[in-house]
């Protein structure tokens, strides 16, 4: 890390402070937050799809398609042909649904919302709700520069890139107060972001049930701003089950760090086990995968542009 420029290796230094000290709990933590973030309000109503929506039927597959997204994001950097394939899987559901729930897209703050918490949500809750350390200036300029790029490959309603409609948001600082600047906007009940936020939590239980159930729904809701138990509906825990989930989180993240360094990234293992084993890779990794490996001339066989590398199975796969 000491000898990486984040202006030049912004996606080497997201990649090893993201992808090397987690764990499948923390990825699934992580996912309750962001998924119970982005489907509070309006845009619920293209999630939930009158009762058809994959993350009602098919949770487990929703959490683990959506982290799988994620993931590649963080270990092939905003610019690479994997993520490029992966946002275009997004691109295309959004240009999808966008006709049938034209409502639940034309919210622009909160597109901006779901880039911003990816660069800096988890750093707000470290900080914030945990009292653990900052991060270093150089990993902040790092995912402020990352955040930026990432927006260039995602397509807004109108068919303009994100980057050129999306607020200006320059440093790490910036990111963290506009997540603060959209969590205080006023919320009214919704019932679709209700059943997104049951669904999500009665999974995020049902995958983690060695945990007492009021537990491990405490260690969700006990990080929810204030306007998500406004719009969900949904009771705060108790102080007792609120501090029992601080103290579990904190370990959980002091934990993480002082393990030794592995060797590869969790990306990395995963690809690794699934060849030992011979078995096919979930859709949306296999799909990213796919698009930066090298042809027989030794090019990459992944175009550079979203929609152009994705197919109608890719897309039918990954809905919800």
Request: charged share 25%; glycine share 6%; with cysteine.
């Amino acid at each position: 890390m000491k000898t990486l420029d984040p202006q030049r290796d912004y996606t080497e230094i997201v990649k090893l402070t993201t992808l090397f000290h987690v764990s499948d709990f923390f990825v699934d933590w992580a996912f309750t937050h962001i998924m119970c973030r982005a489907t509070t309000g309006h845009s619920s109503k293209a999630i939930t799809r009158e009762g058809m929506g994959k993350l009602l039927n098919r949770a487990d597959n929703r959490f683990d398609d959506t982290s799988h997204h994620f993931l590649v994001w963080n270990e092939w950097g905003p610019e690479s042909p994997q993520t490029k394939r992966s946002v275009g899987i997004i691109n295309a559901l959004h240009d999808k649904y966008q006709k049938i729930y034209p409502s639940a897209f034309d919210d622009l703050p909160l597109w901006a919302y779901v880039i911003a918490w990816e660069v800096a949500g988890i750093a707000v809750l470290a900080r914030e709700y945990l009292g653990l350390p900052e991060m270093d200036d150089k990993e902040k300029e790092a995912r402020a520069i990352w955040g930026r790029k990432l927006t260039e490959s995602f397509t807004y309603i109108d068919g303009r890139p994100l980057s050129e409609v999306m607020p200006r948001l320059e440093t790490f600082e910036d990111f963290i107060d506009f997540i603060h600047e959209y969590e205080s906007q006023p919320w009214a009940p919704d019932a679709n972001s209700t059943a997104c936020a049951n669904a999500v939590l009665d999974k995020w239980a049902e995958r983690h049930k060695r945990l007492p159930r009021p537990l491990a729904r405490a260690l969700v809701t006990t990080f929810w701003h204030d306007g998500q138990f406004e719009c969900n509906g949904i009771d705060r825990p108790t102080w007792f089950w609120r501090e029992a989930s601080k103290s579990y989180m904190r370990a959980v993240m002091v934990g993480m760090k002082l393990m030794p360094s592995p060797k590869e990234s969790m990306v990395e293992k995963m690809l690794r086990v699934a060849a030992e084993r011979g078995e096919t890779l979930p859709p949306i990794m296999r799909a990213s995968v796919g698009a930066g490996a090298p042809s027989k001339d030794g090019t990459s066989s992944g175009c550079p542009m979203g929609f152009g590398m994705v197919d109608p199975d890719q897309v039918a796969k990954a809905e919800g």
